[in-house]
C-alpha cells in the first residue's frame, strides 16, 4: 500500500482516483473468465465474456455506482450420463468486477453462443457538454454605487 496523505494535502476532488488505485493494488490477477472489451462507437462500448457452460439463469449482472459486477453461479451440476473422464470446460463460480467512467451506463445484456455481451454507453448530462459562448451576449450589469459614510 501506498501512503496518499501528502496528495491529499495538495489536491481536490481526487479521491475516487485513489481509491482506484489502492482498489488495483490489492486485486490479485483474475484470469477467468476471458473478456473482451471493445469500443463500438464514439458513446457506445460493449464487453464480452466467454462464460461457456453457463446460462442466463446462471449468471447475474449488477450495476452499482460506477462498479459493473458479473457473478456466475451453477444452479445445479448437469446429470452426466456416462463417467467423467475429462472435464476441461470451466464450470467453477466466478465474480468479475469493472470500474465504470462517470456517466457511463449499462443498457443491456445477452447471452449467445457461450459468449455473454453487455453493451454499454457512454451519456454525457448536457449541464457537462462543452457549449459555445458567443461574444457580445453579456447583459449589461448594474454598477454599485458607494455612498460615502
Known amino acids: 500500500m501506498f501512503d496518499y496523505t501528502p496528495l491529499y494535502r495538495s489536491s481536490v476532488g481526487f479521491d475516487r482516483l485513489f481509491q482506484l488505485l489502492d482498489e488495483a493494488a490489492a486485486t490479485e ?3 477467468y473468465p476471458p473478456y473482451n ?4 462507437s464514439d458513446t457506445e ?3 464480452t465474456m466467454a462464460v461457456a457452460g453457463f446460462g442466463p439463469q446462471d449468471v447475474a449482472i449488477e450495476a452499482k ?3 459493473l459486477s458479473v457473478i ?3 444452479a445445479d451440476k448437469p446429470t452426466a450420463v456416462g463417467a467423467m473422464l475429462h472435464q476441461g470446460i470451466a464450470a467453477r463460480g466466478f465474480e468479475r468486477r469493472f470500474q465504470l467512467a462517470d456517466h457511463v451506463e449499462v443498457k443491456g445484456a445477452d447471452m449467445d453462443n457461450g ?5 454499454l454507453k457512454r451519456e454525457v448530462p448536457e449541464a457537462l457538454k462543452p457549449r459555445q459562448i458567443p461574444i457580445g451576449a453579456t447583459p449589461k450589469l448594474k454598477s454599485i454605487e458607494t455612498k460615502a459614510a
Open 37 to 40: 472489451i471493445e469500443r463500438v
Open 65 to 67: 455506482g460506477n462498479t
Open 115 to 119: 459468449l455473454l455481451h453487455i453493451a
Open 29 to 31: 490477477t483474475q484470469t
Open 72 to 74: 456466475g453461479k451453477k
Open 45 to 47: 462500448y460493449r464487453i
